[in-house]
């Protein structure tokens, strides 16, 4: 008899019967690569925890507490397929909780959970593909800067902010958001199916909802706060695990790969990192945060 076993005959109150537990893993930030000083979600950063959740003792579930404007689509898929590669091999489902807004990359993710709950206030949509800049070229004509751009295949450059915007470039870009868009669509339709109750061409406009008007339109299953939805289907013993990708130890104690590191932080790009800071802080002004 193992271990195991042998404890499971000991007359101690709760072991023959020990509560199922909950991993609970927050994907909370904007999606992708940040720079050196700023880090968002990233499959490579999230994968030892979105691993650590599924591979629990006693699992029942895995939930995912969504906190995000969106990012890069790449990302995104590769998250979310990751835990759903993950739910399939563990048999286990995956149970989604918005807090403040998961839209564009965010709502990508919320797609993964076999059911969506959010709050009455929360943000939920945005399924489309957005792409901002800006253009000096006036700026650089005022000042009189000359631009020189050399290329080697004639289509290597593409929006150049310091010449003037090119149609064929634009042409380009647009091509190039509708194959993001269809693949976008492509899983929110894979992931709800029939539960989405609105049209294709109001559920994929880019629009977002707060609510219960995103339950209406079948991006969300219900109301419900995550403790509550997890004890009510679980028990009031149930165990949630929060399950986060915080490095070892020794590297905390070290500071090492943190900003923090005096170190890093003189090799950092200081200029990247503000840039990042503000695009950043765009995505999730969009949505009024």
């Not at 930030?29 to 030892?48: D, H, N, W």
């Not at 450059?157 to 976008?184: C, N, T």
């Not at 992931?191 to 880019?206: C, N, V």
């Not at 339109?217 to 986060?244: P, T």
Request: some cysteine; glycine content about 12%; proline content about 5%.
């Amino acid at each position: 008899m193992d271990l195991r076993g042998l404890l499971a005959r000991l007359p101690i109150p709760g072991l023959k019967n020990p509560p199922p537990v909950v991993g609970v893993l927050r994907l909370s930030g904007v999606i992708g690569s940040l720079g050196p000083l700023r880090s968002g979600m990233t499959l490579a950063a999230l994968e030892p925890a979105i691993n650590r959740a599924f591979e629990l003792p006693r699992l029942a579930a895995v939930a995912l507490s969504v906190n995000s404007p969106g990012g890069s689509a790449t990302q995104s898929d590769l998250i979310a397929r990751r835990i759903r590669d993950l739910a399939a091999e563990k048999e286990v489902p995956v149970l989604v909780f918005c807090e403040d807004v998961a839209a564009s990359g965010g709502y990508w993710l919320a797609c993964a959970g076999d059911e969506i709950y959010l709050r009455e206030t929360s943000i939920v949509g945005s399924i489309g593909v957005i792409s901002a800049g800006f253009g000096f070229s006036a700026l650089l004509d005022k000042i009189g800067v000359e631009r020189r751009l050399h290329t080697a295949g004639e289509r290597k450059s593409l929006l150049d902010p310091f010449r003037p915007e090119d149609p064929g470039d634009v042409e380009r870009l647009k091509g190039v958001q509708q194959d993001i868009h269809e693949a976008f669509k492509e899983t929110v339709r894979q992931r709800r199916g029939d539960r989405l109750k609105a049209e294709e061409t109001e559920l994929f406009s880019g629009e977002f909802w707060v609510g219960r008007k995103a339950i209406e339109r079948g991006l969300a299953d219900g109301l419900g706060e995550l403790r509550q939805v997890l004890r009510a289907r679980y028990g009031e013993k149930v165990v949630l695990k929060r399950v986060d990708g915080r490095r070892p130890w020794w590297r905390r104690r070290l500071g090492l790969g943190t900003a923090a590191d005096p170190r890093a932080a003189m090799a950092a790009d200081w200029i990247g990192g503000a840039l990042a800071a503000v695009e950043e802080r765009a995505l999730w002004s969009r949505f009024g945060l």
